[in-house]
């Protein structure tokens, strides 16, 4: 059985940290931040991600789980080390290493036996590297020599799925250079390996770049499909139809095709952003994924101005915004194409009322002291009175099925401004709206 310490309790950290505990590997996930360790070890998630507090209390139950702030005592009692701590976006969009810097050096402190450190957190090309150095410079100031491995192990969760994809994964990446190391990786994952998932075996730098080229894939997926969409829109063409018949090409797949406001979260804007400075300083351009950034912010914008154009003017009127996370299932709204559209709709004079199933808490720090008047209704009902228009934002599931006669009595307008597709234009008519769609 592998012994696991997972640095950083964060979403990667807590995920990976409760998932590989089911897999039956015993793991402690340590954090600085005492409050979160509690919280963890009473079973109370401080993030919204589904299913993810019965994993974890069915592992701490198990006697296969644990949580603590003593990275040293972490340390003593594992083979492997998960680096999952934070690497926040600087200024310039490249990722901040300090974290995973403070990790590796506290591991080059505390490591007394051979040691394989896997690294989770989103990298640049070469941090592996980094982290060996590091590592290795710590041994030399206490003049140790310890063997140890360094693994690239990138993950591909989404959130509000994330327990879901870490259990279920298209594939598990390896980069490493020692067949020791590769071995004790295989044995960590081993239901996935018994389970024939594809495990890709490659070098450190690959692996790195393979998360930021799987990203910058996806996201440039979501910006042509929204172009299509734009496209659509003014030729008479039926970005649905369009959209379902191309992604039966398998050579391009059906997912990722859904067109909208443009993609947020924690992840694409950020990766799409590194791996094109990683490529500058490399003496390359990455010209499709620079286009895709660019367009991605005109999609947010051109969704607000979809708006205007349907009430002719924002000034006096008032928008209900349904849908505020970046997307379902999450309370995020890093990047969320909610706030620019919330913003846009402000600055022309509109009045917001918005309503988000989880998202509220987020919304009332981010959005209260910039927009003025914004009323956080109690539901999709409550938002929708007297309103000039109902806009989807978000595709929640609770957004799919709303009681459209009861929306009709509530508006003052009966525009329906559905952003993500999610309802047959028919549907919405027949109940006596106007229906908007993207497209
Ligand atoms: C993403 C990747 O999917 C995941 O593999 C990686 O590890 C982290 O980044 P996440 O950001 O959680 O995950 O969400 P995802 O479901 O990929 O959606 C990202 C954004 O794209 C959302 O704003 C979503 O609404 C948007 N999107 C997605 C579309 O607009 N259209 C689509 O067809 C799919």
């Not at 199933?357 to 959005?367: C, H």
């Not at 929640?396 to 329906?416: G, T």
Request: aromatic share 8%; glycine share 6%.
């Amino acid at each position: 059985m592998a012994k696991i310490t997972v640095i950083g309790t964060g979403y990667v950290g807590s995920v990976s940290g409760a998932c590989l505990a089911d897999f039956g590997n015993h793991v402690i996930c340590v954090d600085t931040n005492e409050e979160k360790i509690k919280s963890f070890k009473k079973c109370i998630v401080p993030i919204f991600e589904p299913g993810l507090d019965t994993v974890i209390r069915r592992n701490i139950n198990d006697g296969r789980l644990s949580f603590t702030t003593d990275l040293s005592l972490a340390v003593k009692e594992s083979n492997i080390i998960f680096i999952a701590v934070g690497t926040p976006p600087m200024d310039d969009g490249s990722a901040d290493l300090v974290f995973v810097e403070e990790a590796a050096r506290q591991i080059g402190k505390l490591i007394n036996k051979y040691t394989v450190i896997v690294n989770k957190s989103t990298v640049p090309v070469g941090t592996g590297k980094k982290v060996q150095n590091w590592i290795n410079e710590e041994l030399q100031k206490r003049n140790k020599k310890i063997e140890f491995d360094v693994v690239s192990n990138p993950e591909f969760l989404r959130e509000g799925t994330a327990v879901y994809d870490f259990t279920h994964p298209d594939r598990v990446v390896i980069g490493c250079e020692s067949a020791q190391a590769r071995d004790i990786m295989k044995d960590v994952y081993r239901p996935l390996y018994l389970n024939e998932t594809p495990f890709i075996e490659t070098n450190l730098e690959s692996a790195e770049m393979i998360k930021y080229a799987s990203n910058a894939f996806l996201a440039v997926k979501i910006t042509f499909i929204n172009e299509i969409a734009n496209l659509c829109e003014k030729t008479g063409a039926d970005i649905r139809d369009v959209a379902k018949a191309v992604g039966k090409d398998g050579r391009i797949g059906s997912k990722f095709l859904h067109p909208g406001p443009g993609y947020g979260g924690s992840c694409f804007p950020k990766d799409t952003r590194a791996i094109v400075k990683i490529a500058k300083e490399n003496d390359e351009t990455l010209n499709i994924v620079e286009t895709t950034i660019e367009t991605n912010e005109k999609q947010k914008l051109r969704a607000a101005k979809k708006i205007e154009k349907i009430l002719g003017s924002l000034s006096g009127k008032t928008i209900a915004v349904l849908g505020l996370a970046f997307k379902q299932n999450t309370d995020d709204m890093r990047e969320s194409p909610s706030i620019t559209i919330c913003e846009y709709l402000d600055l022309n004079g509109a009045k917001l009322r918005v309503y988000d199933p989880a998202a509220m808490t987020e919304a009332k720090w981010r959005l209260l002291n910039v927009i003025k008047p914004i009323y956080f209704a109690k539901d999709e009902y409550d938002c929708a009175k007297n309103a000039d228009a109902l806009v989807i934002a978000t595709p929640w599931n609770q957004f799919r099925n709303l009681d459209l006669a009861k929306i009709k009595e509530n508006l003052a307008s009966l525009n329906f401004i559905d952003l993500r597709n999610i309802y047959k234009p028919k549907e919405v008519t027949s109940a006596g709206l106007n229906y908007f769609g993207i497209g």
